[in-house]
């Protein structure tokens, strides 16, 4: 089981802290980085041609991931700069994301931290993985489209916000090392996706923690035992009975951690670790179609997850085979935010769910004979402990579901 590596984990990176802890009372001033952040993240100039922004595969109506149903409906892989040319896999969260620490190799041999999917962004290069992974779509042809460094300066350099950027990191500092320019990009986005703005920490289940941390309880203790000590604070007792299941039964919490992810604020529901969970390839993934100069595979590309990231790295290279097909996981929170109730969200690093009850019955179901599923991507490394046949009633599978539509930020 993964909880007792996560104190160390958690620590993660400790900037902004006291300005998210404002967020509990509604505070949400940008400091002048998170300003700036604010305007590359949002800036459509930025892209070759113009028109793309960080927000159009991470929009704040949906928890700051993918906000186009028209995409979310086929793959949840979404189309980059350039008509026709996509991605390989669903855009993940940019909110709760600031505390994943650097990559490393754990002492019980999981790897922990890093940022994308696969772990690439690893904090070695700044400092800081979110940060890595904030700019690494600018240059990528398949997002973005920038040439290079000095082009992406340019750009910021004729934008209405550039005197701020230099209030922000000097004089010059947009022409004197293009290079360096791109990393400080990197850095006030990452300073943004870190505000309060952005990690609210606002949804029902907040308020919920808040109240039963007064009473000294402890949320990640619940269970059947103590299950009713932990009504009438917040959430409903349908919600509190899927918080239960989600913490015992589902097994949902060995991963998606329930321990505060800092001294005075709520977890986040991630342990910053990986897992191949048996999802099936998704036929409707674009990346299928792409040129062969993008995906030389086509339609026999499999995606090998950390594993492919790792067989790139001489020090890691003997690990790669035991870790193909794993991913990242994800934040739960804001996992079922959405514009309206009925706009269509995609699950999993290939969007191949599109709802939560179906996410939550093939974690339940997945090993079960006769429930149908389709085989894994990849068939080895697969989680076989944690899923596959939790033994959860229909309605069991449902109160989790309602417990983790709790987690929306109102804000």
Aim: include cysteine.
């Amino acid at each position: 089981m993964r909880k007792a590596t996560f104190a160390v984990v958690a620590a993660g990176i400790a900037a902004g802290f006291a300005i998210l802890l404002s967020a509990q009372t509604g505070a949400a001033k940008l400091s002048p980085v998170e300003e700036l952040g604010k305007k590359l993240f949002f800036d459509k100039t930025l892209s070759s041609p113009p028109g793309q922004d960080c927000a159009l595969c991470h929009g704040p109506s949906v928890g700051y991931t993918g906000p186009s149903e028209h995409f979310n409906q086929a793959a949840g892989v979404y189309e980059g700069a350039v008509k026709g040319r996509f991605g390989n896999r669903k855009p993940p969260a940019a909110a709760y994301a600031g505390w994943n620490p650097n990559l490393r190799l754990a002492p019980d041999g999981e790897f922990v931290g890093g940022m994308f999917w696969d772990g690439r962004a690893t904090g070695e290069v700044l400092g800081d993985p979110l940060a890595e992974q904030a700019i690494g779509p600018f240059l990528n042809p398949l997002e973005q489209n920038m040439p290079d460094a000095k082009s992406l300066a340019r750009a910021v350099k004729a934008s209405a916000y550039a005197g701020l950027f230099e209030k922000v990191f000097g004089p010059g500092s947009l022409e004197a090392d293009p290079q360096k320019a791109y990393e400080n990009i990197g850095r006030a986005i990452a300073a943004y996706e870190r505000s309060a703005e952005v990690n609210t920490f606002s949804s029902k289940f907040d308020g919920f923690w808040r109240a039963a941390s007064a009473k000294g309880l402890e949320v990640e203790t619940i269970g059947a035992s103590n299950e009713q000590d932990f009504r009438g604070l917040g959430l409903s007792d349908r919600e509190v009975r899927g918080l239960a299941l989600f913490a015992t039964k589902g097994l949902c919490a060995n991963c998606h951690v329930l321990t505060p992810v800092a001294p005075g604020l709520p977890p986040i529901f991630a342990d910053f670790k990986y897992d191949n969970l048996g999802v099936p390839r998704n036929p409707a993934n674009p990346f299928y179609g792409q040129d062969k100069a993008f995906n030389p595979d086509g339609t026999a590309w499999v995606d090998p997850g950390l594993g492919g990231y790792l067989q790139t790295v001489e020090k890691y290279k003997a690990l790669a085979a035991a870790n193909r097909g794993k991913h990242r996981t994800p934040t739960l929170r804001n996992v079922d935010k959405r514009p309206s109730p009925g706009f269509v969200k995609a699950f999993m690093h290939n969007g191949y769910f599109k709802s939560l009850k179906d996410v939550v019955h093939f974690y339940n179901t997945r090993d079960v004979a006769g429930a149908g599923w389709p085989a894994p991507e990849v068939a080895a490394n697969v989680n076989s402990t944690e899923m596959g046949d939790l033994g959860l009633t229909g309605d069991e599978e449902d109160a989790i579901v309602d417990f983790m539509k709790a987690l929306s930020d109102k804000r």
